[in-house]
């Protein structure tokens, strides 16, 4: 089995106007629509994976999660969005109304802090609820909005929260691999290993090193489509070098257990 942890993707209309732009300034490779994800899903030989919603602004949460809450779940697993400028019930609400499994944090995009109070109360309510929460770790954008999401900031979350399933994008650290490995590595928290335009432009031994040192049981498979191809980041995960265990799990296995995947 094959579960990709990271799939973004949006309405048709707001597909179609993000053609036009480049998150973290990366072109898009695919279309960011349902239709092209299924298509690349199926195309790929990904089983199932987590539909990622992120609402730029409180204003958008409810109608983000609307959307999320329709995709097919027989493929998607739907994690919706939350918005520190909303109240922690309200966020609540939001997900529970369109039965969202968990929740998409990105720091880039939505302008929150990993450590704003208004965050860690969401968080901590989420993890009473049992929702996990997977979220950008690292660099992306301005210097202003690397260090809202920088890996220190997410150990000391994740450090508070004990109870909160929490899943680690870019291996803790996109583009702060040195801030990943001294903060988050060897934590508590699972990690993910996507890193745009592609993981193949990671250097092989550290990978399998920080695999290691966490626990390959801890580390789970994530593409960041429409960013990357996941055909080729499931052909970089198995050209590491890891052992048939290690690799199963990392690619499915591992985020099948933490979920409750069948």
Sequence with gaps: MIVDAHMHVWPDHIADAMQSQRPSGMPLRFDGKLSGLLRTMDE??????????VGIKASVVARTNEFIGTVPRDRLVPMGTVHPDLPVEENIKYLKDNGIVGVKLHPLFQALSLSDPR????????????????SHVGSGGDEEAN????????RT??????????????????????DAEEHVVGSRVTLETSWPPTLADLDKERLV??????????VVFGSDWPMADPAAEIAAIRELGLTKDEE?????GNLARLLGIA
């Design 119 to 134: 965050v860690r109360d969401i968080a901590a309510a989420l993890a009473e609820e049992g929702m996990p929460v997977i």
């Design 209 to 218: 090193a920080i695999i290691r040192r966490h626990g390959a049981d801890r």
């Design 147 to 154: 260090e809202r999401g920088n890996p220190a900031a997410l």
């Design 44 to 53: 790929s030989g990904i089983d199932k994976g987590l539909a990622l919603g």
């Design 157 to 178: 979350l994740a450090d508070d929260i004990p109870d909160l399933t929490l899943i680690a994008c870019h291996y803790g650290g996109y583009h702060r691999l040195d």
């Design 248 to 252: 199963d799990g990392v690619l499915g």
